[in-house]
Structure formats: C-alpha cells, structure tokens
T-cell receptor, first 115, second 109 residues
Framework: GAVVSQHPSWVICKSGTSVKIECRSL??????MFWYRQFPKQSLMLMAT?????????EQGVEKDKFLINHASLTLSTLTVTSAHPEDSSFYIC???????????FGSGTRLTVV | QKEVEQNSGPLSVPEGAIASLNCTYS??????FFWYRQYSGKSPELIMF????GDKEDGRFTAQLNKASQYVSLLIRDSQPSDSATYLC?????????FGKGTSLLVTP
C-alpha cells in the first residue's frame, strides 16, 4: 500500500500563533516528503521538500523561518507555520515520492484558517 | 520557469458524453505525466499516469501523450455527474510534481 496520513484535517488559529501539521507514511518508509500549498481556485504550489536526516529544501520565495519543516523519522514529516497571519490561510498538502503503481501519494490535506 | 497550462473551464458536458481535458507543458525534459481529480476541499486523487507517447487506457479514462507537441490529454468516456470535479494535470520534471491550475468539469444529468 501507499497511505499517507495527514493531521489535522482543519485548524483555526489566532494570528501570531504557531500551527503544526503532521504527515505520516503508514505502510512504507519515506525518506522524502513534498509539502504543497493551495489557495482557492489555484494550483498546488510546491513549498518545500523534507529530507530525513538533513535540512529541508525550500522553493524560491518560501520563508524558511516561517515554515519550519522537520523530517523526524522515516515515517514522519512535519510542517510548522510559525507566527501565522491571515494570509497564511490556505490548504496544505503533503505528498510522498512516487512508488511503483501508486504514483505520488497525497495526504488528505489540512485547511488552515488564521483569524 | 517550468509551466503546466490548463484551460480553467468550466467544461460542461452532458451525462454519457465524452469529456476531453487538455494540458500543455514547457519543460521538454519532463519524464512522467499525471492526471488527478480533486473535489472541493479535498486532496487530489490519482486517476492515471503516463510515461510513453501514445494512449493509455484505464476503464473509462484514456490518457494521451505527445512529447513532441508537449501535450497531454485525458478523455473521460460515458461521463457521469459524479465525475464533476477539478482535474489537475501534473508533470514530473525532476522529483516533485509541477501542477497546472486545473480544469473544472461539470457533467450535467
């Protein structure tokens, strides 16, 4: 199988607080995890790639200090949105790299609303 | 800048008809091509992927790839109202996927 479990599904937080989003690969090991962000009616945009045992790779324009990514183990990657602001409100989705017939497996996504 | 372009739609087809979704990409080095379906507020679901030029069929779905024209399409036969969703074209030009903005499909009963 190729299941990626993402939590929470949705979260509402106050401006200035931090939010952690977790993605776990349930039936396989993932040394890499891709993190995407999707604004309404927009495409999924790659934010960063987490790597187990090394630093994450961020896409151009993504603030490293604001979006903290940690790949703690072969089955867990986390994204922490620090000092969240309303403009960070979006749909965040993780994805494991392609595997055999499964292609890229996506988590269920996290709807973040910052008020 | 690696671009993946799709017509945003909405594309409206009657139930039972063939829906044709198109996608072009800019990176000639792209190796694999994916079609995902995304319902509002949900994560993308893989429909199928294609690596080689030509057609690939899976049930009611057929993906077509033309690398020379940098064009990939998805045909949905016998469209059903439950097929109404946004269809995302994604291209692997390295390791992660590069997505188009998606085409909204509406299948009317």
């Amino acid at each position: 199988g190729a299941v990626v479990s993402q939590h929470p599904s949705w979260v509402i937080c106050k401006s200035g607080t931090s939010v952690k989003i977790e993605c776990r690969s349930l039936d396989f090991q993932a040394t890499t995890m891709f993190w995407y962000r999707q604004f309404p009616k927009q495409s999924l945009m790659l934010m960063a790639t987490s790597n187990e045992g090394s630093k994450a790779t961020y896409e151009q324009g993504v603030e490293k200090d604001k979006f903290l990514i940690n790949h703690a183990s072969l089955t867990l990657s986390t994204l922490t949105v620090t000092s969240a602001h309303p403009e960070d409100s979006s749909f965040y989705i993780c994805s494991a790299p392609p595997r055999e017939i499964y292609g890229y497996t996506f988590g269920s996504g996290t709807r973040l609303t910052v008020v | 800048q690696k671009e993946v372009e799709q017509n945003s739609g909405p594309l409206s087809v009657p139930e039972g008809a063939i829906a044709s979704l198109n996608c072009t990409y800019s990176d000639r080095g792209s190796q694999s091509f994916f079609w995902y379906r995304q319902y509002s507020g949900k994560s993308p679901e893989l429909i199928m992927f294609i690596y080689s030029n030509g057609d690939k069929e899976d049930g009611r779905f057929t993906a077509q790839l033309n690398k020379a024209s940098q064009y990939v399409s998805l045909l949905i036969r016998d469209s059903q109202p439950s097929d109404s969703a946004t269809y995302l074209c994604a291209v692997n030009s390295g390791y992660a996927l590069n997505f188009g903005k998606g085409t909204s499909l509406l299948v009317t009963p």
